[in-house]
T-cell receptor
Framework: GQSLEQPSEVTAVEGAIVQINCTYQ??????LSWYQQHDGGAPTFLSY????GLEETGRFSSFLSRSDSYGYLLLQELQMKDSASYFC?????????????FGIGTKLQVIP | EPEVTQTPSHQVTQMGQEVILRCVPI?????FYWYRQILGQKVEFLVS????????KSEIFDDQFSVERPDGSNFTLKIRSTKLEDSAMYFC????????????FGPGTRLTVL
């Protein structure tokens, strides 16, 4: 089966940098995605890593190490509006199908 | 800006009843997905759909569930006989072709089974 681990909560100060880690177990790995979800809202896609290395999109970066089954989301210059839940999601093989499994989500609280 | 739309925003039904949740994906997208999120829990993948057939599904997507693209714009999720544990927010998502590009999520339908 597939499983992911990420911290349940993180608190960081406005303007700072925060890193949210994600470790995963899967067979037939295709890629790791990150989504942001504000309370009561729909998930919003942030990034997708299929290959090792760092992907940068503005203030957000995502890193993947396939050999370590590990990735992280890096948020820089934190803003109050970044307070949300952040989910990592792995795409892999399961029972003959490709399957996407989401982590439990990390609730980020940005404080002044 | 194009967006995924879902109707209704909230559906209340009695246990054992059939429900159909409707989604209109972004017009040039080719891959369609359904997810669910039980209140306070993580997002769970249900099924993906491409070229008029299911391409991926999870163990949650059992015989009680079905999907259909009845015309060129709608993408529906049917639950044949709802159970209390089906109460959740159901999200539709779509994306263009390519290497797992960005999935655009709709606002969700909150299903309450009584």
């Amino acid at each position: 089966g597939q499983s992911l681990e990420q911290p349940s909560e993180v608190t960081a100060v406005e303007g700072a940098i925060v890193q949210i880690n994600c470790t995963y177990q899967t067979s037939g790995f295709y890629g790791l995605s990150w989504y942001q979800q504000h309370d009561g809202g729909a998930p919003t896609f942030l990034s997708y890593n299929a290959l090792d290395g760092l992907e940068e999109t503005g203030r957000f970066s995502s890193f993947l190490s396939r050999s370590d089954s590990y990735g992280y989301l890096l948020l820089q210059e934190l803003q109050m509006k970044d307070s949300a839940s952040y989910f990592c999601a792995v795409k892999g093989d399961s029972g003959g199908y490709q399957k996407v499994t989401f982590g439990i989500g990390t609730k980020l609280q940005v404080i002044p | 800006e194009p967006e995924v739309t879902q109707t209704p925003s909230h559906q209340v039904t009695q246990m054992g009843q059939e429900v159909i949740l409707r989604c209109v994906p972004i017009s040039n997208h080719l891959y369609f997905y359904w997810y669910r999120q039980i209140l306070g829990q993580k997002v769970e993948f249900l099924v993906s759909f491409y070229n008029n057939e299911i391409s991926e599904k999870s163990e949650i997507f059992d015989d009680q569930f079905s999907v259909e693209r009845p015309d060129g714009s709608n993408f529906t999720l049917k639950i044949r006989s709802t159970k209390l544990e089906d109460s959740a927010m159901y999200f539709c998502a779509s994306r263009v072709a390519g290497v797992y590009n960005e999935q655009f999520f709709g606002p969700g339908t909150r299903l309450t089974v009584l």
